[in-house]
């Protein structure tokens, strides 16, 4: 049967042939730390499809997400428009469209499952523990008020029908207590072959938000998300998805888990995570298996709720233009923000408004509107540029963190620095105003050489 490609991964395909130079890969490529490297050597950022996959059938794509250009046209918004289009996402959602049927129940397999075998699972650092799907998009219903949960999240491969997953969020770890404590088996859904838009709703955070990710996801994509019946569970999952593993978190199962080559490439703590016992497979005919570069493509969609979370929080204190929280640092450790100051004091109040936005950030720099947070030569001249370490430089000793910092994990910590960038106000700041080119915007090129 044809379908008209309306969502998620397929949907996509034609556009990151066209416009970004999508690679075909028909050499064949082992899925045990070639393909990671070959995505990896590419900066994570150009968009790879493996035709040919040592000892698998099924193509695997990587590399989508880990480009802001992309994210910004794949989500109908520009980068100045875009902290704008999520935001209103937030109080316009449009709940999803429950379809009778679907490309995604094309082949359901429900006995003798060894996810090893159906899929072309990928092992990318030298000392990880398995196998991982890394681009598995988990689907959770609240069971207090019925709500979608979604989450991108890591999961080991532990042979057959097992996996674990690595929960790190406070709302999931809440939900896994509150059904161990009820001796209740926690109903979930993987899904892989997805969209920009699934990708980014899946980084709102619920415990913040309190929106429910599929009418997130209709909100952002200005229509409903489509989506069918699990054939094993009782949760709904998007029609068009390449790939749906269905399963149980046991109430009374765990497993060790890691070590994994984790945010910032070092490897994270081994650690006893839930089990999800599979109870069925679902995919479409000819399945592309979507994987992501661990740590670098997947925390970029992260990357772009936080600056939206940034943007709110700082925006209470003084006039905000732009936030980068960084990709260098793991998009969540650092935040560059521009503002229009009009007080003394407004670079300091930004930086502790900031640092406030989130346990995981680390290191802010407050810069002024005339510096594009984006491009980190301008950013490192205002630092060079406009900052006194004995005035402008601030520690805050001893604060919560995140474990995903290695440094954090030495004493549970973690120290945070708040650096005001921004010039002197009124004469004093004559001195610090940049050289400017008249007409320079304008200057063409290739008008002065053709062949460039």
């Known amino acids: 049967m044809l379908h008209l490609e309306k969502q998620m991964l397929r949907a996509c395909l034609g556009n990151l042939r066209d416009r970004y130079g999508l690679l075909e890969c028909n050499v064949e490529a082992d899925p045990k730390f070639e393909i990671g490297g070959i ?59 429950l379809l009778s049927d ?106 913040l938000y309190g929106v429910d990710k599929y009418d997130y996801d209709g909100g952002l994509r200005g229509e409903p998300l489509e989506v069918v019946k699990c054939q094993t569970v009782d949760l709904e999952v998007p029609a068009y998805a390449e790939i749906v593993i269905e399963g149980v978190i046991p109430y009374n199962e765990e497993v060790t888990e890691g070590p994994f080559g984790e945010l910032m490439g070092y490897y994270g703590a081994v650690a006893k995570h839930p089990v999800i016992r599979v109870s069925a497979v679902m995919h479409r005919n000819q399945p592309i298996f979507q994987i992501s570069a661990p740590c670098k493509e997947e925390h970029l969609s992260n990357g772009l709720i936080r600056d939206m979370e940034v943007y709110a929080h700082v925006s209470r204190i003084v006039k905000v233009k732009d936030v980068n929280v960084t990709i260098g640092a793991g998009c969540r450790f650092h935040a560059v923000v521009s503002i229009s100051k009009k007080s003394p004091g407004d670079g300091k109040a930004a930086a502790i408004a900031a640092l406030g936005s989130s346990k995981d950030i680390k290191h802010v720099v407050i810069v002024d509107d005339d510096i594009d947070v984006f491009d980190p030569g301008d950013v490192e001249g205002a630092l060079a540029a406009r900052v006194q370490a004995s005035k402008d430089v601030f520690i805050i000793p001893g604060a919560n963190g995140t474990g995903l910092d290695p440094s954090h994990l030495l004493e549970m910590t973690s120290d945070k620095v708040g650096i005001d960038a921004t010039k002197p106000l009124g004469e004093a700041g004559k001195g610090f105003e940049k050289a400017r080119i008249p007409g320079y915007d304008a200057i063409d090129l290739k008008k002065f050489f053709p062949n460039l």
Request: net charge positive; hydrophobic share 35%.
């Open 39 to 97: 995505l990896e050597k590419l900066g994570n950022t150009t968009p790879v499809l493996f035709n040919r996959v040592k000892g698998h059938k099924m193509p695997i794509i990587g590399g989508m997400f880990g480009d802001r250009e992309m994210f910004y046209d794949f989500t109908g918004t520009t980068r100045e428009e875009r902290l704008f289009k999520y935001m209103n996402a937030v109080n316009r959602t449009i709940p999803p469209r």
């Open 102 to 207: 679907g490309p995604v129940k094309e082949n359901i397999i429900t006995r003798n499952i060894d996810l090893g075998k159906i899929f072309p699972l990928p092992t990318f650092h030298e000392l990880d523990s398995s196998s991982f799907i890394t681009a598995g998009v988990m689907v959770v219903r609240d069971p207090d008020d019925g709500k979608i949960y979604t989450s991108i999240r890591r999961f080991q491969f532990n042979g057959g029908n097992n996996i674990s997953a690595l929960v790190t969020s406070p709302f999931l770890s809440d939900k896994i207590k509150q059904a161990r404590a009820q001796k209740k088996n926690l109903e979930v859904a993987v899904v892989l072959g997805y969209d920009y838009y699934f990708c980014l709703a899946s980084q709102l955070g619920s415990d």
